[in-house]
């Protein structure tokens, strides 16, 4: 009996790992890549979009699954960007990687170089892709060495998100958000010295970076025409500023991550943040009064970060024809617009500001301003973005923050070692 | 582990004289599993040896060879030894507590009762659950702002500390996840060793006038010994390896201050994509493990000896 009571409940343990655990496997079957089915011709797509976009991204698929007079067939996997870049590494060297791959634009040259993604200038002159139609912001960072190595799949851009009811509940105006750096730490201090709430934040690690449109409204910058400037006077500048506006004046906890401060938002603990057009649709189904507008202008003007992904044609696909096709479809005007309604996401062109679809969704609208004019990209076109956004950069912070160190020595080393890394 | 089945084996050969047939139909029922062993841990084992002496790129092309510059490096590298000392910080933390923790909540859990079954399987959950939803489940409930043990602590008027964001903290907190994580499965194979002490030692310690520290002592560490050197070289290898709570729960940080020797490779390798280092650190990983399981398993079977 006892042992039936034991098994019992090892069963039932199994049984729900198995189920909680279930979902971290991806469909991995890239073999059936590029091999024709019959008539059709199979395509395979890796990206991560896990999170609700993923379900429009599916939706569309699916459609141009069934409409296109091709016979293509896109076979989709949607897996975390850590194990997407990791699978990429394993398969694209054995020729056993997916036709398609999306990821953001940063990334780029570490594939283009050691040529795992292909060249695809003619996506662009026969016509697959209107190149007027491309952001001109995203154009320059979809190339590598002058030649086009992507095509668009999202753009966006980072807005200040303010919480309504934090904002009456501070005596504030939930109908005017802050313009100014001043009006930002005036209002995030009223709203820390007025309720048990933070006023302000931005995440240091594993987010979409927030802490650049502080160093770009103020004139600093990273690199700059190849030569490190992390540590030029106006950033010691910002970073001392802010440093102090979140770490001593409590604005919000010191080092965040993308994910903790989307949930102390969510949560209500949160007055203000940076965050993109994704985020708008969980906040409004949690039934959060908040606001979206442009980023506080600084010193220097007013300018916020943008992102993008972009698909790419890897060295393993032998489908070219097929996958153009599919980067055509894409960017049309009808998906942009399904994609846009379904995500939030402003569209990927910058002729559609007068699509009246659009108008649907008030925020697409605003997102969509920066894209136009505003808003820069981080850390574009290097080798080892990764390395340098997580090896020396985050840890810059971090040191500033959690352990209070000088920033001007801090920025002098990690700047140093900026230089080794982009030599 | 291979080591103390291949001692295992040897011994039983000494005890009884096996024909030459017998023989080979042992090598025969050990072929299935060799093959797996030799396809999926002999066969890459060397290969990345190879590697460790050359650079190349992510498509695996433009091998370079390095000759001894890899190795070189490893000893220059500043990112290997913080890792390596927060593995060892690791290892030397967690393997006593493990296996002692392991062993008081096996002995109080082992007379046979519902209560203790009920008891077992509750311990044995965790074992069973894959270490990244353990970590994100324990990441949600210490986290400072919206956690729930930092809800009750609130409510008990203390203030939590932001742990996995502290230098300080992270790692003892990343520490206390894996032995919360691994205390079912050391306690089962503990729990089989103890059980396997017969009942009449105790009786007859009993007898002599043995108090329980003493039975404790006398009889029962000493009996237990195969099954703790087993569990210990396990746990240390296990510690060695320490890469999923890290990554889900930290990704290294803050400040390196939870950077593992497998951490470490795994950015090398797939975020740097410079697999050839990686490689070096691997081949130097294989080897401190190698040295400290053989000389860890030394040390246990001798007091093993000593003590038969």
């Known amino acids: 009996m006892k042992r039936k009571i034991l098994a019992a409940g090892l069963a039932f343990a199994l049984l729900t790992t198995s189920a909680l655990t279930g979902c971290s496997g991806g469909n991995s079957d890239s073999k059936e890549s590029g091999k024709s089915d019959g008539e059709k011709t199979v395509i395979t797509f890796w990206n991560g979009f896990t999170g609700s ?81 491309v952001p001109e912001v995203l154009k320059e960072n979809l190339k590598y060495d002058g030649k086009y190595y992507g095509v668009p799949m999202n753009i966006a851009s980072l807005l200040l998100y303010y919480n309504k009811t934090i904002f009456e509940e501070a005596g504030l105006d939930p109908n005017s958000p802050p313009a100014t750096w001043e009006e930002l730490e005036q209002y995030a201090q009223q709203i820390v010295d007025k309720t048990d709430k933070y006023g302000f934040d931005m995440a240091v690690k594993d987010t979409t970076p927030m802490w650049c449109i502080m160093l770009w409204g103020n004139g600093g910058d990273y690199i700059q025409d190849g030569k490190a400037v992390f540590n030029s006077e106006q950033n010691v500048e910002t970073i001392t500023r802010w440093a102090e506006n979140i770490r001593d004046k409590g604005f919000g906890p010191e080092v965040l991550t993308g994910g903790e401060i989307d949930k102390l938002f969510e949560s209500q603990k949160l007055g203000m943040y940076f965050c993109g057009p994704w985020a708008t649709t969980g906040l409004k189904n949690a039934g959060i009064d908040f606001g979206v507008a442009q980023a506080p202008a600084g010193p220097a003007g007013q300018v916020t970060q943008a992102n993008a992904v972009g698909m790419y044609l890897t060295s393993s696909s032998e489908q070219k024809e097929a996958v153009y096709d599919f980067f055509r479809w894409w960017n049309t005007k009808d998906t942009q617009v399904k994609w846009s309604l379904g995500t939030g996401f402003p569209p990927a062109r910058t002729d559609m500001a007068d699509d009246e679809r659009l108008k649907e969704n008030p925020y697409i609208a605003e997102f969509s301003k920066p894209i136009e004019n505003g808003s820069k990209m981080y850390l574009q076109q290097l080798s080892n973005f990764s390395d340098i956004d997580t090896q020396v950069i985050v840890p810059a912070f971090e040191k500033i923050l959690l352990e209070n160190a000088d920033v001007k020595a801090t920025l002098d080393e990690a700047n140093k070692q900026m230089e080794e890394m982009i030599k | 582990m291979p080591l103390l089945l291949y001692r295992r084996v040897y011994t039983m050969k000494k005890k009884s004289s096996l024909g030459k047939a017998r023989e080979r139909a042992g090598l025969l029922f050990v072929l299935p599993s060799m093959t797996i062993l030799t396809i999926f841990v002999f066969i890459p084992l060397i290969i990345s040896f190879v590697f460790s002496f050359f650079k190349f790129d992510m498509m695996f092309n433009n091998f370079e060879f390095q000759k001894l510059d890899n190795y070189i490096r490893l000893f220059q590298d500043g990112k290997f030894f913080n890792a390596l000392w927060n593995t060892v910080y690791y290892t030397v933390c967690t393997v006593p507590v493990q296996i002692m923790i392991s062993l008081i909540v096996a002995i109080l859990i082992k007379k046979q009762s519902w209560f203790n079954s009920f008891c077992k399987t509750v311990f044995f959950i965790p074992a069973i659950c894959s270490m990244t939803v353990i970590s994100i489940i324990w990441s949600f409930l210490i986290n400072k702002d919206i956690g729930m043990f930092s809800y009750w602590l609130e409510l008990l008027g203390f203030e939590m500390v932001d742990l996995l964001n502290s230098p300080v903290w992270a790692m003892p907190t990343v520490i206390l996840v894996g032995i919360w994580k691994n205390l079912g499965f050391y306690m089962v194979i503990l729990l089989a060793g103890l059980n396997g002490i017969d009942e009449s030692y105790y009786e ?5 006038g043995a108090g329980a520290f003493q039975k404790f002592r006398k009889i029962t560490i000493p009996m237990m010994m195969p099954t703790l050197s087993f569990t210990v070289v396990n746990c240390i290898i296990g510690s060695f390896q320490v890469f999923d709570q890290v990554y889900v ?60």
């Open chain 2, 249 to 308: 729960m930290t990704k290294g940080g803050p400040l390196f201050k939870t950077q593992t020797l497998v951490q470490l490779i795994y950015s090398t390798a797939f975020e740097s994509f410079d697999m050839g280092y990686a490689s070096t650190i691997a081949v130097a990983l294989f080897a401190i493990t190698f040295v400290v399981s053989v000389l860890t398993f030394k040390h246990m079977t001798r007091e093993e000896d000593n003590i038969a």
């Open chain 2, 204 to 208: 007859a310690a009993v007898m002599d």
């Open chain 1, 53 to 133: 976009d993923g379900e429009t991204l599916e939706a569309l698929v699916d459609e141009y699954n069934e409409t296109n007079d091709k016979n293509i067939e896109i076979e989709m996997s949607i897996m975390p960007w850590d194990t997407l870049y990791q699978k990429l590494s394993t398969t694209l060297a054995v020729g056993e990687g997916p036709d398609i791959v999306a990821m953001a634009t940063e990334r780029i040259r570490t594939y283009a170089e050691p040529g795992a993604f292909v060249p695809v200038d003619d996506a662009y002159t026969d016509g697959y892709i209107e190149e007027d139609a």
